[in-house]
């Protein structure tokens, strides 16, 4: 994948069917020939050189404000330009955010299918060509959390059939980390820290923490350095 000519094709997946000021942040970040296009280019390319089906991805952070789904984003908004499917689910689910990103309403999504039943896939929708969004949906304050979604699996690998790429909008690292049967289930994690938020012994400590804990770490990813 030729990062150059990957964030040309950013700027153009951004121009279609994402409104409101984050339609306009869109465009500025990902604009063609632009530093941070690129580097979502060569954040796709390091993934495909793993030589292996990217898949299922559990994107987490050491704290919030990480940037986790800032890469969510831009990751998916350069591999559905590049032609693959993808979505991406918020599993934030004690402080949905996903669905802000694209001024778009929380009434249905990965609650809902997890209760109704119904295909993931269902209950969400296209924020650019390749490119689904799946919010948290309605939660109730103190109920959901990863450890009691069983039904979550499922519900992805439903998803996984009809996508070439899941990108889970995951908690922070520490919640994540008390969830094996969460992150053990699909077939990554990448790790997002801040080149200013995040203190290096922290980004290191957390680093050793998954590789203790066996995850399958695809790779550490700096944001806020452009």
């Not at 986790?68 to 591999?79: A, D, F, K, N």
């Amino acid at each position: 994948m030729n990062p150059e000519a990957n964030s040309a094709k950013t700027n153009e997946v951004a121009d279609v069917g994402i409104t409101g000021e984050w339609a306009a942040r869109t465009r500025r970040l990902f604009a063609s020939g632009s530093e941070l296009g690129r580097s979502f280019g060569a954040l796709a390319e390091n993934l495909g050189a793993l030589g292996r089906p990217t898949g299922s991805v559990v994107v987490t952070g050491p704290e919030r404000g990480a940037g986790r789904t800032t890469v969510c984003v831009g990751l998916g908004t350069v591999l559905a330009a590049a032609g693959e499917k993808v979505a991406i689910v918020d599993c934030n689910l004690d402080q949905p955010h996903l669905h802000r990103c694209f001024d778009r309403p929380n009434f249905t999504g990965l609650t809902s299918a997890l209760e109704g039943g119904r295909e993931l896939e269902n209950y969400g929708f296209d924020a650019a060509p390749n490119l689904r969004i799946i919010p948290t949906g309605p939660v109730s304050s103190g109920f959901w959390n990863l450890a009691n979604l069983p039904k979550l699996v499922d519900a992805v690998r439903g998803l996984e059939e009809n996508r070439d790429v899941v990108l889970l909008d995951a908690p922070v690292a520490d919640e994540v980390l008390t969830a094996p049967n969460f992150w053990g289930s699909f077939d990554g994690v990448l790790l997002v820290v801040h080149a200013t938020r995040t203190p290096k012994g922290v980004a290191r400590g957390l680093t050793d923490a998954l590789l203790d804990a066996r995850v399958d770490l695809l790779g550490v990813v700096l944001n806020g350095h452009v």
